[in-house]
């Protein structure tokens, strides 16, 4: 598959700066095995203030369904809830507490 | 060189937006060239209300400076002050009227 470039938004409470860098630093391998599994690769998180983005690339063929089966694996789920509960809502994304999808504007190979 | 990661934000003026998205869908070649010229490569934008996030790699020894010395050329200098005008400042980066540097702290290859 060619790869797809996604990009993602999400702020960070606070009082969960600290634990969220430190997590980051040491994501549990069982949780970048199974993103592996599904062909996500060159994964990156970015911060500045409280507002970080994500940048990932994928290399499947269904990415929203590769994403939501992978959340039901107990041990991710168990790591997305504790990410979630670090996260203020993207400006004018209240609905969502977690990452927002951004739209690419622009791609240089 | 080792692959360095860069991620930036900015926000984007809202009588500006479609100007800045018609550009970015056509930058001008001279531009990229230049980009490509000093070892960027694989530079994404993503847009999502008014925030901007540049992702980009780099395979140099130098960014800053080759980011510097880039900006001299006058064609990069006219592309650039159009594109500066495009521009709100980061929230708490008043300073800096263009993209602000981010802090990388994931990183899955």
């Not at 929203?64 to 809502?89: H, R, S």
Request: proline fraction near 4%.
């Amino acid at each position: 598959m060619a790869t797809q470039r996604y990009g993602m938004a999400v702020r960070l409470k606070d009082e969960k700066r600290e634990y969220y860098i430190e997590n980051h630093a040491n994501v549990w391998p069982e949780v970048l095995e199974e993103l592996k599994k599904i062909n996500v690769k060159n994964y990156s998180i970015f911060l500045k203030e409280d507002f970080m983005f994500g940048y990932l690339e994928y290399e499947g063929d269904n990415f929203d369904g590769d994403m939501a089966t992978m959340q039901k694996i107990p041990i991710v789920e168990k790591w997305t809830n504790l990410m979630i509960d670090c996260f203020n809502p993207f400006p004018n994304n209240e609905e969502n507490n977690s990452w927002v999808m951004m739209d690419q504007i622009f791609y240089m190979e």
